[in-house]
């Protein structure tokens, strides 16, 4: 499975004698890895169509320029404190028909960076300018952070640095169940992996290739029996007649698999679009049912449900959680 | 009917459709533009520039008797394993244009089982291997004229394909202009059996014309509302909506009865289906227009935010008597703006 995964693999020439690399290399010893200069001269310069990566992925491994950790966007997690997001990788193995990746990267081929002490660098100089706050870093905005960690590797240095900055929050943002790796490491009071739940009918027809949900409820179930924390992610929820009772289900099942007040926080999101993404969606989807949903596009563009619709459908859903013994601050509402 | 536009660089890829079929030359600005009974075919010349105008111009003219173009002709192989003498067929075309990389593609509508590959069109023939291992990143099969067929393709709105037939390893010299020579018979009746097995199989991917459901076809419909209509069905398909319900709802009956233009009884159709589509949205607006009923009589009359992200409202009146005004305080004094508030919030019964 993991040989057929991808076309081939092009490596930063200053990189293809890193261990990391010689690793993969023995891993993947039937694929072809190709030395090339820099990633940007070949990734993203021309637009290969995101369903490529059905048959046609390829992989990149080199370093991240650039910023390497960025602020994140307003309501991106509990308020109150600053937040910014790393990039480890580009690019996510699963095919989200809402994904927002589809009109982003404009390819569908993964990235890994392997410069993960210069990234932890930037995450300790960032520590320097809050000082007297906690600061949160996020793992999993432009690729699931856990899904091939297996192969990336670089959980135990980020686990070593967060394990000596107690004011530094880590959140390993997912969809998978690979919690392998998680399970080597030793839980912190400063670590949290968070998982996107959504009712299994919804992720069977939408999370497509994504672990079930019943499955990914299990490793959240093994994370907390390890002592580890563990966060929810209910975004997007997407309206169908009977979304209440699916929630309803959804919620029961959390409940049955690990007591709510161990969910550190719980985020609540509707599904909302860019323009752009949303016409990607319509040209890779088109049979979707997304686009039987109450969308309008307003005047900026995005294309999501009306103000009414979305406060409506997150009250409901913030409601069952209330219900089933959840507290108003482990709740937040992730508007945009 | 609607007919098939070959492209073909050059005659010698061209030779079996001349030889098997009838076309006949076409007296246009310039050479090499054919017609038969069904079919229209291009000789383009080599490059993409050359075949873009081309194409722009034979499109321009005869865009509306030319439903899809299907660009046949050899192309080098970049990597190894896609072997001399095979038939291909392209997914994403490419651009490699004076030494920089076109971040433009085009995906092609696929037609066959043959193996799919990406393709890269240059600015020059690939004779060095330099230059065939750069491109080689990018796809596995190189010609001279794809992107700049898909690209005026896309400007008309045709569908395009792009079946191919491998001549050589690009980067290997120009022992392959040789070879075109002495192999170009075989290749292009190579290319013609393929084209021909399709043609059998009626392979036009041509948008259905929409037909009006047999209910409905009582009713006038202008050209938009048509548009409308397919749109509204499809949605309604995609709801998995039973039909027989939805026809219950519209009454038809009732409306064939009222005396209203033809045009308007075709929409309130359209606005009763776009209800079932949109039941929530039907539901605020109602709401909204139910608790702006006393601000919209009389000479006043208010506008809110269709896109319902604000909270404004305006409010426009007439005042052209004192029983104007009073009416306006009344309807003020009575409004509950937080109650219109609410909705917009969200707090409504669905």
Not at chain 1, 86 to 97: M, R, T
């Amino acid at each position: 499975m993991v040989t057929s995964m991808f076309n081939r693999v092009f490596v930063e020439e200053e990189c293809f004698d890193s261990p990391q690399v010689h690793q993969l290399r023995e891993k993947f010893s039937s694929i072809e890895f190709k030395k090339i200069d820099r990633i940007d001269h070949y990734f993203g310069r021309v637009k290969k169509p995101y369903l490529q990566k059905r048959d046609g992925l390829n992989l990149y491994i080199g370093q991240k320029r650039g910023e390497l950790i960025k602020l994140a966007p307003p309501a991106y997690g509990l308020s109150g404190e600053p937040h910014f997001y790393y990039v480890h990788a580009y690019n996510c193995i699963y095919e989200c028909e809402y994904c927002y990746l589809q009109g982003h990267f404009d390819s569908p081929d993964l990235v890994w960076f392997i410069n993960h002490e210069e990234v932890i660098q930037a995450m300790s100089d960032k520590l320097q300018d809050f000082s007297q706050e906690k600061v949160w870093f996020h793992a999993g905005e432009f690729s699931d952070s856990l899904a091939l960690s297996h192969l990336t590797k670089e959980l135990p240095l980020y686990h070593n640095f967060f394990k000596h900055h107690p004011q530094a929050l880590w959140e390993l943002r997912t969809k998978s169940v690979n919690i392998k790796e998680i399970l080597k490491l030793s839980p912190l009071p400063n670590m949290y992996i968070s998982f996107s739940l959504s009712p299994q009918k919804e992720s069977q027809e939408i999370d497509l290739l994504t672990p079930r949900t019943s499955h990914r409820l299990k490793a959240m179930q093994e994370l907390v029996a390890k002592g580890f924390h563990i966060a929810v992610h209910l975004d997007p929820i997407i309206h169908s007649d009977d979304f209440v009772e699916k929630y309803q289900v959804l919620i029961s099942q959390m409940k049955e698999h690990f007591p709510l007040e161990k969910v550190a926080y719980l985020s609540l999101g509707v599904v909302r679009f860019t323009k752009d993404v949303y016409h990607q969606v319509q040209k890779n989807y088109p049979e979707s049912r997304m686009h039987a949903q109450e969308f309008i596009k307003g005047l900026d563009g995005k294309v999501r449900y009306p103000r009414p619709m979305r406060l409506w459908m997150l009250q409901k859903i913030k409601q069952l959680c209330l219900d089933q013994g959840m507290i108003e601050k482990q709740i937040y509402l992730c508007m945009e | 009917m609607k007919s098939i536009l070959y492209v073909f660089a050059h005659r010698g890829e061209a030779q079996a459709f001349l030889k098997h079929r009838a076309f006949k030359a076409v007296a246009f600005a310039f050479e090499g533009l054919y017609k038969d009974q069904q079919d229209w075919l291009l000789i383009c010349g080599e490059g993409h520039l050359q075949a873009s105008q081309k194409l722009a111009a034979v499109l321009a003219v005869f865009s509306t008797e030319i439903s899809s173009v299907l660009n046949l002709g050899v192309c080098g192989s970049l990597r190894a394993g896609i072997e001399i003498d095979s038939l291909v067929e392209t997914r994403t075309c490419y651009l490699e244009n004076d030494g920089a990389m076109e971040f433009k593609s085009f995906s092609s509508e696929t037609l066959t089982d043959l193996p799919k590959y990406d393709l890269i069109t240059t600015h020059q023939r690939v004779l060095k291997s330099d230059y065939a291992e750069k491109l080689e990143n990018f796809a596995q099969l190189v010609d001279r004229e794809a992107w700049g067929i898909a690209s005026v393709c896309q400007l008309f709105h045709r569908p395009f394909s792009v079946i191919k037939i491998v001549s050589d390893f690009a980067g290997h010299g120009s022992e392959i202009c040789v070879a075109v020579k002495e192999k170009a018979e075989f290749w292009s009746e190579q290319l013609f059996d393929v084209v021909d097995s399709l043609a059998a199989k009626e392979y036009l991917k041509e948008l259905h014309d929409f037909i009006i459901p047999s209910e409905l076809r009582g009713f006038h419909w202008t050209v938009s509302q048509k548009r409308e209509l397919k749109n509204a069905i499809e949605a309604l398909q995609r709801k998995q909506l039973d039909w027989n319900l939805v026809l219950s709802t519209l009454n038809l009956n009732e409306l064939a009865l009222e005396k209203t233009r033809p045009k308007e009884k075709s929409s309130v159709i359209l606005e009763k289906l776009w209800g079932l589509i949109n039941p929530f949205h039907t539901k605020i607006h109602q709401s909204l227009e139910l608790e702006l009923a006393q601000l919209n009589s009389g000479t006043l009359k208010t506008k809110y935010d269709k896109t319902l992200e604000t909270d404004e409202l305006h409010l426009q009146a007439i005042i052209q008597h004192p029983r104007h005004l009073e009416h306006l305080k009344r309807a003020l004094e009575t409004f509950d703006f937080a109650k219109y508030q609410k909705i917009l919030n969200g707090d409504i019964d669905v």
